[in-house]
């Protein structure tokens, strides 16, 4: 015979053995309820190793207390020291909206304000940047019967977390009629002493940029005392101008940019509704470029607060100046010095 054949034989003649011997461990465990008992009465080679198998346990029934169903309960789970499951929640919006959320983080704000008062100034013109096409600071506003400015001023902010971005605009526009007590030159344009004039000025500006409030002395309710924002923001001021006298006419129009840096100091007692703001805002004085400086002093009150949206009124003083020069020969030279202003606004966040 082969040996790999003997060899198979050998295999198969083992594995009848092991499970003879399989069978009749069974059935003396089912006859006895113990192994150990039968095995020890039958061969007395392990009966003498009987004190190791009387620890052995009976298998657990329904009625045991060894026999519990499976608890997979996060809080098993842990007990356990294992991770507890992840449970899906299938009725969830794939866009919840949470609290948490950054469109949530996000506040927006529509602040105006209505600034009136008295303006003085004047608009040198010239005629292709020559001196002698326009008169020396003149007209000035007075001489065209402007006196006062009433002057509106828009501004979106959003904010989230600490940082604040704003678009903002000042309308500037004033015209009158009035009848010159001189000789002026403006333009190119030659006016005579009482010539009637019709005049239309504007000095719209408008503003984006980027604000960062730094809250300091927090009061018992959680409020800061004292923020104080620093901004940065860029500016762009549009000129217009226009003087009509009978059939003669002159208009001029130009657009210029500039940077602007300020700070706001705002100051709430206790943290309560009540606080006093005071603002300053400047762009650097450039040959070329519109030298725009404001401040103001405002009280506010929050009249209005609910978890949707806030109002805030206030009321206070403001003054500002618009100067600028063309080249350094200044052949072109506008400027207005508008206050002291009544400052008379609102806020609405939301």
């Known amino acids: 015979m082969p040996v790999y054949l003997k060899s198979i034989r050998k295999v198969c003649r083992s594995m009848a053995i092991l499970s003879a011997l399989s069978l009749s461990w069974t059935v003396a465990y089912s ?6 008992d039968s095995t020890a009465q039958s061969d007395p080679i392990l009966s003498a190793s009987l004190p190791l198998t009387t620890h052995l346990v009976p298998a657990p029934t329904e009625s045991s207390e060894l026999y519990q169903p499976f608890d997979l309960s996060p809080t098993s789970a842990s007990a356990l ?16 909206d949470d609290s948490d959320s950054v469109i949530n983080q996000i506040h927006l704000s529509l602040t105006g304000q209505f600034l009136w008062g008295p303006v ?25 019967g ?16 600490p940082h604040q971005f704003f678009v903002g605009a000042q309308i500037i526009r004033m015209d009158d009629r009035a009848k010159l007590e001189g000789t002026i030159v403006t333009h190119g344009l030659g006016l005579a002493v009482k010539s009637k004039v019709k005049d239309d000025i504007q000095l719209d500006w408008y503003r984006f940029g980027y604000r960062y409030p730094i809250p300091m002395f927090e009061a018992d309710n959680g409020v ?12 762009f001021w549009d000129f217009y101008y226009r003087i009509t006298s009978a059939k ?3 208009t001029r129009r130009f657009s210029k940019f500039t940077g602007q840096l300020g700070v706001d100091v705002d100051w709430r007692p206790e943290g309560g509704p009540f606080s006093i703001g005071v ?15 404001e401040g103001e002093v405002v009280a506010r009150y929050r009249l209005v607060e609910s978890k949707s949206y806030s109002l805030t009124g206030s009321l206070g003083v403001a003054a500002e100046r618009i100067d600028y020069h063309d080249t350094r020969l200044r052949a072109n030279h506008i400027r207005a ?14």
């Open 120 to 144: 003085a100034g004047y608009t040198q013109i010239a005629a292709g940047a020559k001196k002698k096409t326009t008169s020396h600071q003149r007209p000035r506003l007075s001489q065209l």
């Open 279 to 293: 603002m300053g805002l400047a762009s650097p004085p450039l040959d070329a470029f519109p030298f725009i400086v």
């Open 81 to 96: 020291g294992a991770p507890a499951p992840v449970r899906l929640d299938f009725d969830r919006p794939l866009f919840a």
């Open 248 to 250: 003669l006419r002159t």
């Open 146 to 161: 402007i006196d006062h400015a009433t002057i509106p001023d828009l501004e979106v902010a959003a904010t989230y977390g």
């Open 31 to 36: 006859a006895s309820g113990s192994p150990a």
């Open 224 to 235: 800061a005392t004292l923020t104080i924002t620093p901004q940065i923001n860029a500016a």
């Open 337 to 350: 010095d508008f206050g002291p202003l009544l400052v008379a606004g609102f806020q609405l966040s939301f």
